[in-house]
């Protein structure tokens, strides 16, 4: 007989909004292992569907798996998804509180079906904003010194094995990955999942608000998490959530990393404030064939010239270094020119002034000339974690108004857009254990 897992047949379509969710079966006096059975729900029609984290993880080499149970039969997973498992089993035996059915990408979609996979792709934002929490999970070492370290705001000491322990912690491989940006941007609760260890990643926010200098040092990780912030920011503020310009985005993450060239543009879509509609249809047909996209130069070209046309720059200079960012997004890294760019953007948005400030925590040592004013390549003019703001206008502005995770959740919960409150799952107590 035949115990290997195969998928049951369903038509994803554009009519029919589903997916599909791994629910985690508790062991039984009769059967002492933990289960998984595989169900399609729909959404995001909250009121059928079931309260579920959706899983944030690195993917890792395919050469080895490692078995789980999927009604009865057998499917294999990448060790590290193997681990987030057997993590994921311990916190909710230890009474964490967290749902029991998951989202995760390589187990709800069927990778070897390209019109099921084309579907889904669609539906990520929708699935990551519909989710009662996400989970990023680093790694089964609980690095618990730093754990601590970011949880408790009244610890001021780092010693060295605190300081060796935040490195591994914020320089993880996790955070170099292009997808993770808009996973844990829409998430309405975060959470970060570290050996046995769980806690609320918007304490990353306190952390780097108290610490700035840790800036630059985890810079990758510090990105991610100020465009969340700037975006729950944004929807108090403005009642809708509405991401950054493209040209932003790509500024700030152009250095993440992408199976295929063309994901580091597809994976920022869904947090753009631009119509991406006309670069969704561009991109369409190498949905099935990403590794395809480029071969022809018209193609790449076609989606460079949209990008930049949506920046809503008009000078010479810098319509140029627009497009050959995206040009080195699509190809090559060039963090000179994207320094370059996002400093102009910046400039190009800000009321005129006499006298620019620069808040500590640049991009790159590099500077060059924007008409009189020497600057220093990729200065966060508008801060929003510095000790000191600074407006462009040399006014101090009003502080963040994120204190702690727990009053970005009540003022979130307040503009409405956090959906599924504490009682689906995910209670504020389960720091961690």
Known sequence: MNTTFTYYECQFDDSNSQIRLLELRKPT??????????????????????????????????DQTRPIFIGGRVMGVQPNLWDCLQALCGCIQSNQNLPTHFWIDSICINQKNGSEKTNQIRLLDDIYQSATCVISWLGKTPHARAMEHLIDRSTSREDIWVRSDLHHLLNATYWTRMWIVQEVVLAQMWWILCGDRLMDGDQLIDFYSRRPRHQDDFRKAYNIVEERNAFNERTIQRGSRRGSPLIQLLCRFFNLQSTYAVDKIRALLALC???????????????DRLEDFGKNPNE?????????????????????????????????????????????????????TTANKAVPGTLSPFTFTCGSQPR??????????????????????????????????????????????????????????
């Open 29 to 62: 006096p009769d059967h002492f292992k933990w289960t998984f059975e595989l169900g399609i729900h729909p959404l995001p029609s909250r009121s059928r569907t079931p309260p579920f984290a959706a899983i944030s993880y690195e993917w890792g080499g395919p």
């Open 376 to 433: 220093a390549l990729g200065s966060s003019i508008l801060d929003p974690f510095s000790e000191d703001p600074i407006s462009q206008s040399g006014t101090r502005r009003a502080p963040n108004p994120f204190t702690s995770a727990s009053d970005r959740r009540t003022q979130l919960s307040k503009s409405g857009f956090m959906t599924r409150q504490n009682e689906d799952g995910c209670k504020d107590g389960r720091q961690n254990h």
């Open 273 to 287: 404030s631009d119509n991406t509609d006309k670069i969704n249809k561009l991109l369409e047909p190498f949905a």
């Open 300 to 352: 790449a070209s076609q989606v460079c010239d949209e990008v930049v046309q949506l920046s809503g720059l008009s000078g010479t200079h810098e319509l140029g270094l627009a497009r050959e960012l995206v040009a080195g997004v699509l190809g090559a890294h060039l963090p000179r020119i994207a320094a370059q760019l996002d400093l102009i953007l910046k400039d190009k948005n800000a009321p005129p």
